[in-house]
């Protein structure tokens, strides 16, 4: 599994001092005081930001951080700061749609266009999938990932199907998307 890369301190401080801004802001909205939520930066793939409500935490993509640090800092931090501010703010928080009605209002009461999606060029937030080899029997045709596949050529592991007692051989030339 890959690892994110490290943050400098200075751009993790001006993550945490926007989700502290916006928290004060909502706080002067609401007239309620919001309990700050943990931050994490360690979302790995294609997603900016994800925030989890039971533990009232944020995760963000490092990757995407660095590459686009202003408008992450200034429309993806707050963005999932309005997910945790709505499962706060809404008594029945499984019911509400994640970029729904609730969290729009949200977003509008903050000054923040309600934007579902980033634009972020994520060629470099892509986690590998790993990749897949076509093994088929006389019954049927499986998918096994490189380890189980390197066991298998290498002689290691044996591969006989449960159904029609056949030996699973790879399809030649063939390698399978997940």
């Known amino acids: 599994m890959p690892t994110p890369p490290p943050v400098p301190k200075d751009i ?4 945490e001092d926007k989700v502290i801004e ?5 706080q002067s909205i609401w007239k309620q005081i919001f309990a700050l939520p943990t931050i994490e930066f360690d979302l790995l793939g294609r997603c900016a930001g994800r925030a989890y409500c039971r533990e ?10 660095l590459e686009n640090q202003t408008d992450f800092i200034e429309e993806t931090v707050p963005h999932e700061v309005a997910h945790l501010l709505t499962c706060t703010l809404y008594l029945r928080p499984a019911r509400i749609k994640p970029h729904g009605p609730e969290w729009k209002s949200v977003m509008v009461a903050l000054g923040l266009k309600p934007i579902r999606c980033h634009n972020y060029d994520t060629a470099n937030a892509r986690v590998r999938r790993p990749r897949r080899f076509i093994y088929c029997c006389r019954c049927r045709a499986i998918r096994e990932l490189l380890r ?14 449960n159904h029609c007692n056949s030996r699973f051989t790879i399809q030649e030339g063939e390698q399978a998307n997940p």
Do not use: D, F, K, S
């Open 12 to 15: 993790i401080a001006r993550a």
């Open 22 to 26: 916006v928290y004060l802001q909502a």
């Open 56 to 65: 009232n935490r944020i995760r963000l993509n490092p990757v995407l951080l």
């Open 148 to 161: 189980p596949h390197n066991r298998i050529q290498g002689g290691e592991l044996l591969y006989t199907c």
